[in-house]
């Protein structure tokens, strides 16, 4: 529970603009009380875990320290106020200090802090300027395009992630294509390149006309994969890429079939251990498939072929 509070708070802050709240900065940041009783008795003693910066800190931190405040109890000794510190890596709880009364923590009114008073309709135009929220977006992507929970969830953890999806789609992307090349490639991409979706030279048009390329046969996911660091350091006009690279797939069905046959000829001991059982030649008929056609073939589309040169006997 206290993670998914955490991870619904941090994509709130986000997509309002109130924060970047990265966490390996420091920007997203929290501490975490326990105190365990038994049912109807009296408030237990409390400790504060300080400092947790991620949510598998936060979690982690939270299910020790309810352990250790269970074995306590469960022996007789009671717990000890006090502000602990967690090692994730060794997931070891450790006492930071020990304060006995609430004095020792502060709990006084600050007199530096005087109050302040927000207007009701100073509040509503706050609320009236807030953009979608992640949990209603989330929903929302997942009824209006037909994705997955897990992927919608993915999306709405940063809104310039969930925009440039939204974007792509308008863009004539097929939403789950746009989806698919986001939370994948274009992130793989991204962390090879060091570099963060909004700060990078791809557009939402440039990825939607490569996703159309791809679904309609004319790139191979290969290819297509092959130019994205292009795209995210310089950008560019994908169609021209393809074309100034020779990247166009191989569509001609005819021509394909000669390849595939010519291999076949060629790889007479491969196709013998295909045939007598052993799906690993296959991989490499495939590879010399690709390496003919200069990586222009569709992959699925030789595995096919092959495959129905290689069941009937021929």
């Known amino acids: 529970e206290a993670g998914a509070y955490l991870r619904a708070l941090h994509a709130i802050l986000r997509a309002v603009g109130a924060s970047d709240a990265d966490l390996e900065k420091g920007h997203f940041r929290c501490d975490a009380n326990v105190s365990l009783r038994e049912p109807g008795a009296p408030l237990g003693t409390r400790t504060e875990l300080k400092n947790l910066n991620s949510f598998r800190a936060v979690e982690g931190a939270v299910r020790g320290e309810i352990a250790r405040q269970k074995a306590l109890l469960a022996s007789g000794r009671r717990v000890q106020q006090a502000t602990l510190r967690y090692d994730l890596a060794a997931d070891r709880i450790s006492v930071m200090r020990v304060k006995e009364n609430a004095d020792d923590y502060r709990y006084f009114p600050d007199p530096d802090l005087v109050p302040l008073g927000l207007a009701p309709e ?19 992507l997942a009824s209006e395009h037909g994705l997955s929970e897990a992927d919608a969830r993915q999306l709405v953890s940063s809104r310039a992630l969930a925009d440039f999806f939204e974007a792509a789609v308008r863009a004539g992307a097929s939403p789950r294509s746009a989806a698919a090349w986001l939370l994948r490639d274009v992130a793989a991409a991204l962390r090879e390149s060091g570099l963060e979706l909004e700060g990078s030279a791809l557009r939402p048009e440039a990825l939607a006309e490569l996703a159309k390329l791809v679904d309609a046969g004319r790139v191979t996911p290969a290819n297509a994969r092959g130019l994205l660091p292009e795209l995210l350091r310089a950008g560019g006009d994908v169609a021209a890429l393809v074309a100034a690279r020779g990247l166009e797939a191989l569509s001609d069905a005819g021509e394909l079939e000669a390849v595939v046959e010519a291999v076949l000829a060629e790889q007479p001991k491969a196709v013998a251990t295909v045939r007598g059982g052993d799906p690993k030649a296959l991989d490499f008929l495939m590879g010399q498939v690709m390496r003919k056609t200069k990586g222009k073939a569709d992959a699925k589309r030789v595995r096919e072929l092959l495959l129905a040169r290689l069941g009937n006997g021929s």
Not at 123 to 130: C, I, S, T
């Open 122 to 140: 100073a509040v509503e135009a706050v609320r009236a300027a807030l953009p979608e929220l992640p949990e209603a977006r989330r929903a929302r």
